[in-house]
C-alpha cells in the first residue's frame, strides 16, 4: 500500500487493532517477556518456586561445572554438526538426483518426504527397535554368519549420540531435500544449457556454479536445521531416555529436568538461557544479512 | 510449444530418443531406489513386527514377514496397554489428542489468519515490530519460555486443562502461520481490496466476504501444517497437561518406556504405528499441499 503520512490516532483502523491484540499479546508478553523473565530469573537462586534473591552468575557456574550438562554440550556438538553436513550433502544429492527429469519423480519425493510427517517420538520409538541389538539390525547380521558384528549404539555410551543421529537424519532429510530441490528448480534452464556449450563436467557445474547461486537457499536451510538441533529433545527422550547413564543427554532435555523434575529452577533457567545465546549467535548475523541488508538497497 | 510452427522452422519434435538402460540411468535409478528402501525400512519393520506374535519376534529377525498375521498387538496396544495403573490403551490418547487438535487448529488458525489479513491489508504504525518480535520468537528455544507460560496458565487457572493447552498450541502457531497467510494475502490483487472498500466493506466484511473465499487453498495448507503439527507435539503435552489428558505422542512414549513388565515388542510396534497413522494418513492424500505448507512454512520462516 501506498505510504502517506497519517493523523497519529489511536482509534485510527481500529478493527485491524483487535484484530492485531493476540499477535500484540503474544509478541510482547509471551515473546520478548518470557524470554526476558527467564534471562532475569536465571540470575536468581529459585528452586521450587520461582524467588528474586539474587546469586550473580552462580547458576552459570555450577551449569558449566555440572558433567551432565558438559556432555549435554559436547553431545549437541557433535549431533549439531554431522546432522548439519549429513543434511545437507545427503539433502542436495538426492534433490540433484531427482532434478534429472526421471521418471517416478513423485513417488521417490514421497518417499524421501514421509518420515518428516512422524513426530519425533514414533521415529525414535521405530530407530529403538531396529537398532535393539537383541532382534535388530546387529543380530540379523550375526545370523547371516558374521559372528563378531557388533552394531549397538543405543546401548554403547560411547557412539550413542550416532544412534540418534541416525533416527534425526531419517526424519530430517526428505525437508531438506525438498527445500534444495526447490531451489534447484529456481534456476534458470539456460545457465545448465551455457554450461553444457562450454563443455563444463555436471559436478564441475553442480560444485562451481549452482552450489554457488544456491546460496541463500543453503543459508536458509541452514538457520532452519539449526534451530532445529538446539531444540532437540522428543527424539532422545523416546529412543533412550538419555541413557545408557548420561551418555545421550541433551541441553533441551537437562533444561526440562531441572524445570519440572528436579525444582531447581534457576539452573533450568540459565541451561535455557545458554541454549538461547546459541540460537542468537546464528540467528544475529543471519537475520542482519537477510534482513539488514535489503533496506539499504 | 506450437507443433505446426516446430515443424515449419525445422526443429527437433517428439520426445527425445533416450536409451533405457544408459549407465547415467542405472547409477540414478539404482542409487533412488537403494534410498528409497532405506528410507521405508523402518515402516516395514513397524508394520510387519506389529502383526507378529511375541514367539515369532523371539526366535526369528526383525525383517522377515510374519509367518502368522495377528492383529491381536493392534488390538491390545488400541484397548489395553497400560501406563502406569491405568489399563485402557492408545484410545485415551487418542480421544485426548483428538480433542487437543480440533480446537487448537481451528482457534490457532482462526487467530493467524485474521492477524495475516490485518498485516497485508491495514496496515498500521507498529505492526511491523511486532510482527518482527512474533517472527524472531519462532527461532527462540521453547525452553526459555516454557516456565513464564506455566505461571500465566497458573494465573488464568488453565494449567493443565486441555485449554490451556489449545492457548499454548495457538501461541506457538502463531508465527509461522501470521506469516503464511500475510504472504499469501499480500499476493492476492489489491484492486479487489479496494474495490470492495469503495463498496463500502469494512474490515470484517471483506475479510469474509472476500478473503475467505478467496483463500481456501491457503487454509487447506494452514490446516496440514497444523494438525500434523499439534498431533506430533510432544513437550508442550506433557508439560501443560495432567496425566488423564495426556496427548497420544505421550502415553505412546510413557507405554513403550515403562520399566515394569515383559516389554511386548509386537504390541509397542502397533502403539506407534496407530499413533503415527493420522500424519501418515494425512500426508499421503495431501500429498502436494503438505510441501507447499512445509516449503512457506520453512523456506520464509
Redesign the interface.
Known sequence: ?AQYP?P?QLF??L???I??I???V??????????I???VYSFTNSKLL?RVKWVGLDQYERLWSTSRWLISIENLMIYGVCSLIFSLVIGFM?AA??D?K?RFE?T????????????????G??????L?PD??VQ??IR?LGWESFSFDPLYNPNIVIYGILIAGL?QGT??IM??ML?GLRGIDEDVWKAARVDGIPVWKTYLFIIIPMMRP?FI??L??IA?GI??V??LV??QT?GGPGIASEV??KY??DK??LGQN?AQ??A???M??LS?LIV?IPW?YLEFGGKKRV | MDPVRNRVDGGPSGPRPRRRFSRRNIFIYGTLFVVAVYYLLPLYVMIVTSLKGMPEIRLGNIFSPPVEITFEPWVKAWAEACTGLNCDGLSRGFWNSVRITVPSVFLSIAVASVNGYALANWRFRGADIFFTILIFGAFIPYQVMLYPIVIILREIGLYGTLWGLVLVHTIFGMPILTLLFRNYFTSLPEELFKAARVDGAGFWGIYFRIMLPMSLPIFVVAIILQVTGIWNDFLFGVIYTKPDLYPMTVQLNNIVNSVQGVKEYNVNMAATLLTGLVPLVIYFISGKLFVRGIAAGAVKG
Open positions: 500500500m497519517r497519529v485510527r483502523n478493527n485491524a487493532k484484530a492485531a493476540p499477535m500484540i503474544t509478541a510482547v508478553v509471551i515473546f520478548a517477556g518470557g524470554t523473565w527467564t534471562v520461582p538426492l538426483l531427482l534429472q526421471i513423485n521417490f519425493r514421497s518417499i524421501f518426504l514421509f518420515p518428516f510427517a512422524l513426530s519425533f517420538i514414533v521415529t520409538l521405530v530407530w529403538q527397535w531396529i535393539n532382534f535388530g543380530s540379523v545370523e531419517w526428505g525437508l525438498c527445500l526447490a537457499v536458509t536451510t538457520v532452519i534451530s538446539v531444540r529433545y522428543d527422550v523416546a531416555s541441553p533441551a533444561v526440562y524445570m519440572f529452577l533450568g533457567f541451561g535455557s538461557t541454549m538461547l540460537v540467528l537475520a
